[in-house]
Every structure is written in structure tokens, then in C-alpha cells.
């Protein structure tokens, strides 16, 4: 068999200056003294990176609520009792804070037995008693606000931990609750989140609820390059042929701390029996040595004589599985790096699972949320000591003879670059675009290289604090109103996560050898920017557009600029610099230029060498037979784009143009025009 086809999506350096990790004198990182400048607001998000201390920051938070804004209770929520232990009692004050962080054990009602609606009766004795904090899962907090209405909240904090479980969908009661909650208006909400993306499913909120939140982004890159230890994060994805258990040691290192997930028994990785799978990773891991009383876990002995501990939690028998989690809960394990080597998990073992000696999360079979693949990357982005390298793979079928199949894992192709595509803006620096003109000059702040600002050129500015990139760009169109701005300045990746999800885009982006660019970066671009935002202008619309795909293009052009200098990305600033390059590469670097290149030229590159030639065809064909010719939708905006072009231009686009976006743009406007006789003719 030979090896798995690897997509080498993405390797990121980090400084490891250490920042994100240091605390002030009240005992907070950066990240949460963020959060705690913002304490006297009613509605506040928290959006950062797991492991960046988000539990911390919300008992910062809580405590100021309760004792200097006359709040009488705070009530934390989570999604499930395991998540509770991260906000276990805390001796703040030893490093500063005023106050330390203690929650009654009554009032623990993830610690306590029972079952959701049980734990009702004991929120109830809560809202009457004196004491200050309760902790409890989604479901508790839901069944409480049904049977005592949102009124019996008044004047309390109501913090939601994994924000992102929420939906503005009908259907999701903690999403209504959410929504009578704001609409009442004497609660305060924290919600906290490290993946919140909107445009992976549903609306978490409504946009005039959201519009209520104050936002405190803090970014992957920030935390990262501000760790002690971890200095280097790789994504990968890798293809396979036949069972992924004949495959997995392939990938699988025994010698780093891996996370295991294993398919879902309903997807076509599985091979349906859940308990041979994990039978099959631990017979070909050694020979099984038994199971140690004291935690649970599977000895496994390799060829080397080491003797591994892996921790099995897709065994169903309660018994067994509770055994190993609470061994796995331990804090007095929690810093020993021998303690367990292995986890292998199915549903468990992901968002607020905290294990920060895990080097390696393995996934098979792919995941079509972009939030949970966010949340699986997060179990091995912890900072730990000796800890230098961390990896996420994604193991993944590829297809067989039948057509069936081949559409099948054609969209499971598509879902990885898309998320691939995503995780390079979720984990570079944020982008913040400026329009080139004569009187730009530098701003405070900022870094720009070697030999500094140049007023004749587009410059690349980076300040290494905020973990921000400014870039000018020639002909750039500046938002107008508010929401258009903060959409640009805080919610891009919102808008390139509906984008790579859109397979009409990626499908012809990566297989269309006839496509022009401007289709995908114009037209697909904009026709999903116009559904996500209708309320914005036309004008504030190709705004959000051209800050979105120059994002997203630009760090395209930068990994194929780095790939191509000597020293390769090992530097803290690789991408910036790679970036840089680029911009200096190019003569006129303007937003027309940035139309013109294909987001997923990258994808192709990759797809194309790590595929066999038949395989590919065979994928391409299947996109090709699915094209569709020319709609009246988009002849419509072609023709727009015409208008914009007879406007700077100063004439029509020709049909025998030699440009082909040019041609394009004519061909929409003559196809209107067929119609129109046509109508006209009966």
C-alpha cells in the first residue's frame, strides 16, 4: 500500500516571546486584562483561541460585577459538566486580584448527581439564597429559564461558556432565551467562545442582538506568538485507500501525545464496528499488556520495550469509560507528562478538554464544522514545557471506482481545502487594508521593514503587539457606514468562511481550467456578501468585498512567495515577510490585481501533486459535468461590473477583448440583451 497523500496545507512559526502568558499585577494575562477593561459592559463577547484563558477572564469579570456594579448573583453556563472543572475555585488574590474565586459546592451543579431537570429545584434555592455564583450545564440553565422565565434573572450575570452552541434558529431554546434575555434588558451576559463562526451553519445571534455585544477579539496569532514554549503549528491533511486502520500507523507517531478521534460510525471512514477499530490501533501499537486498576487506561508494549498508557473512551460501558475520565480529570496529574500517552476519543475529548502535553490531534474522517475542527486543532495548541511542535491531521478516503463514491469524497476534498483555506486566516496575523493614496504616510505603531515607510510604494506595516498586518492598496474602496467598517476590521474571516464554503466557487476555482478569477472574486464573492449582508449598500458591500478577497488572496501570494525564498518559513515573521515580498514583487499592487488572481490557485497546486493523474481527472470530471452556462443572475451582475468598467474605462467591454474578465463582462451584457429581445419577440 502506498504511503497516504499528504496535503501540506499549513506550517505557522511563532516567536514564543512569552507576552500571552505573563500577568500583571492583578494577575492577568493580556488577553484577560482585554476582557477585564471591558467589565462594565452589559453585553460582552469574548472571542479567543483555546487555552488563552477565557474562564479566567469571565471570573475577573464576575467578581467586579459583584461587587462594584451592584449585580446580586452570577450564574456561569456550560455546555457540558465535564467543561465545568475549568472554572473550579482559584486563590486569585496570591496573584493580585482582590478577591478570590470560590463557588459553593452546593451550588456546583455540575459536581452534583442527578439529572438536568433535577438540578432545577436547586437553581431555584439559588435566585432565593445570599450566595454569589452557580455553575451549571446549558440544559440546567435552559430548563430553569422555562420554568421560572427570563424575569427571575433580573439584575444577575448570565455567563455562556462555548457561545458557539447557541443559534439564532427557532428551534435552539438557549438561542430564544438568549434573544427575551436582551429584549428584557436587566441581565448582563458574557458569552465566551474560541470558534465562533457565524457563517458555519446558522446565525449564532440575530444581527441587531449581536449589534448589542461589545466584542473583545483576541487572535490565534496573538496567542501563539506570545507563548513560552510552543513555537510551531503544522496542518496537514492526508488521503488513504481502503480501511483507515491498515493506514493510521502511518501517521500515527507513538512517540508524540496524540488525540485519536475516530470516525463517526455513520460516516464512510467507519468501518461501523467502533470497538474493532480501537482493538485493531492497539494491536498494531504493540502488544497489550493489560489495563492498570489504578486509572483505567490500555498498556500497550512497543518494538522499543516502552510500555504506552492510551486512554479509551469510545468503550460504551459506563463502568469503564467514567473510570478513565476521571482519571484523566486529575489535577494532580495535571502537569505530569508520563501520565498518559495516548487519548482515543469518539465525541469526547475536544472543546474545553485540557490536556496540555497533547502534540498531536489525529482525526479521521472528515468534519464538516469548521467550529469543531477549530475546537480539535485547540486540544494541541496548549503551551507546555519541552513542548516546541504541535500538529493537527486530517485522515481522510479517498475515493473508489464508483461514481457515487467519487462525488462523495469530491465534497469531503472540498470541505478540507476550505478549512485548510480558513485555518491560514484564523491563524496569521489580522489584516488591516488602507487605500494607497499620494498623502498616505506611516502610522504609529507600526514596523515596516528594512528601510522603513516609502511614501512612493504600497507599504506592509506589522505591530508585533496587537498581531496586526496594515497593507495599502491602490484603488481600494473604503467602507462608509459603521457596520461595514467593523465588519472589515473585526469579521473578515466571517465572510471568507461563507466564501470557501461555497462549492460552486471552490469547485471551479480548483478544477475549471477555463475559469477567469474575477468570476469566483467578483461575482461568487459578491453575490455571498449581498445574501450575508442586505442591509449594507451596494457601495459598502464591494467595500467588505475587496477586503475579504484581499485577505484571503494575499496570503495565498505570500505562501507561494515563501515556498520560493531560500531560507523558508522558520522565522517568527516568515508570513510577513513573504507578504512583503510580494508587495515588492509586484509593480502595482491595486485591487484590480487582487481580482485577478484565483483564491484556490494554491489548492490546485497542492491537490494536483498529492493526487494520482486518474484520481484527479476522475474528480474534475464530475465538476465539470455539474457546469451550468450562463444564469440571468449572473448576467445581471455581470453587467453591474460592465457599468463600473464603461465608468473608469470611459467605454463598453468588448466581446473580442483579449482580457477575459473584459470579455466575461461583455458576454453578460450581450446575454441580457438576447433575453430582452426574445421577450420582446414572444
Known sequence: MADPKHIPSISVTYASSGRSIRSNELGMRPMQEMCFQKRGEQYLLIKSPPASGKSRALMFIALDKLQHQSLKQAIIVVPERAIGASFNDEPLSLFGFWEDWHIEPRWNLCNAPGTDIGKVNAVKKFLESGDKILLCTHATFRFAVERFGVEAFDDRLIAVDEFHHVSANPDNRLGTQMTQLIERGKTHIIAMTGSYFRG???????????????????????????YEYLKQLDIGYYFYTGSYTDEILKVLDPNEKTIVHIPNVNSRESTKDKIKEVEYILNHLGDWQGVDPETGFQLVKTESGRVLKIADLVDDDPAKRDHVVAALKRQSEKNNRDYVDIIIALGMAKEGFDWIWCEHALTVGYRSSLTEIVQIIGRATRDAPGKTKARFTNLIAEPDASEEMVAEAV???????????????????????????????????????????????????????????????????????????????????????????????????????????????????????????????????????????????IIQQAKGTLAKMEDGPTKNLALINGIRKYAMDVRDLNIDLIDRINPFGE????????????????????????????????????????????????????????????????????????????????
Open 200 to 226: 458555519d451553519a446558522e446565525a449564532v445571534l440575530m444581527p441587531e442582538d449581536e449589534a448589542k455585544f461589545e466584542s473583545v477579539a483576541y487572535t490565534y496569532y496573538q496567542q501563539l506568538s506570545g
Open 411 to 553: 465534497n469531503d476534498t472540498l470541505k478540507a481545502i476550505a478549512a485548510s483555506l480558513l485555518m491560514e486566516q484564523v491563524l496569521a496575523p489580522r489584516f488591516e487594508f488602507k487605500p494607497k493614496y499620494p498623502e498616505s504616510g506611516p502610522q504609529e505603531g507600526f514596523d515596516y521593514g528594512e528601510g522603513g515607510y516609502d511614501p512612493d510604494k504600497c507599504n506592509v506595516g506589522f505591530n508585533e503587539v496587537t498581531g496586526r498586518i496594515q497593507m495599502e492598496i491602490k484603488g481600494l474602496a473604503e467602507p462608509k457606514s459603521k457596520e461595514a467598517a467593523r465588519i472589515c476590521r473585526e469579521d473578515l474571516n466571517e465572510v471568507i468562511t461563507a466564501f470557501v464554503q461555497d462549492k460552486p466557487s471552490i469547485e471551479r476555482g480548483v478544477f475549471d481550467e477555463e475559469l477567469v478569477p474575477e468570476e469566483v472574486t467578483q461575482l461568487r464573492m459578491g453575490k455571498i456578501i449581498k445574501e450575508k449582508y442586505p442591509e449594507l449598500s451596494e457601495e459598502d458591500r464591494e467595500a467588505v468585498r475587496q477586503h475579504a478577497i484581499a485577505a484571503l488572496n
Open 603 to 682: 489548492a490546485y497546486a497542492i491537490l494536483s501533486k498529492s493526487m494520482t493523474e486518474e484520481r484527479f481527472r476522475q474528480i474534475a470530471s464530475v465538476i465539470a459535468a455539474k457546469k451550468v452556462s450562463l444564469s440571468i443572475e449572473e448576467a445581471r451582475e455581470l453587467a453591474k461590473r460592465a457599468l463600473r468598467f464603461k465608468q473608469e474605462k470611459g467605454r463598453i467591454p468588448s466581446l473580442t477583448a483579449v482580457d477575459p474578465w473584459e470579455k466575461r463582462m461583455a458576454e453578460g451584457v450581450a446575454f441580457l440583451q438576447r433575453k430582452a429581445r426574445e421577450a420582446q419577440n414572444g
